[in-house]
């Protein structure tokens, strides 16, 4: 079957990426954000933790994230 997030299959408009994470659009939620950790994990470095840091502020000053209960196995953020 495989993680969903690893495809990274374009499934919805994508915003943004790079070699760390990508932002694309919510397939469930349209109008939300999601930032997405390419890598398989359910935790960032801490490296990787300030780079999604920083591609949220920079691409949505202002917005609030939350780490979504229905994927803990693939660190993701989900717009508020």
């Known amino acids: 079957m495989g993680c969903p997030l690893c495809k990274a299959e374009p499934l919805t408009e994508r915003k943004y990426e790079d070699a760390i994470c990508y932002v694309c659009r919510c397939l469930s939620h ?7 950790l390419k890598r398989h994990t359910p935790l960032p470095t ?26 803990k196995d ?3 953020l989900h717009e508020v």
């Open 74 to 76: 693939h660190f993701h």
């Open 30 to 36: 349209p109008d939300k954000w999601l930032i997405i």
């Open 46 to 71: 801490p490296d990787e933790a300030e780079h999604i840091r920083e591609v949220a502020d920079r691409l949505f000053q202002g917005k609030q994230w939350r780490y979504p209960a229905s994927l």
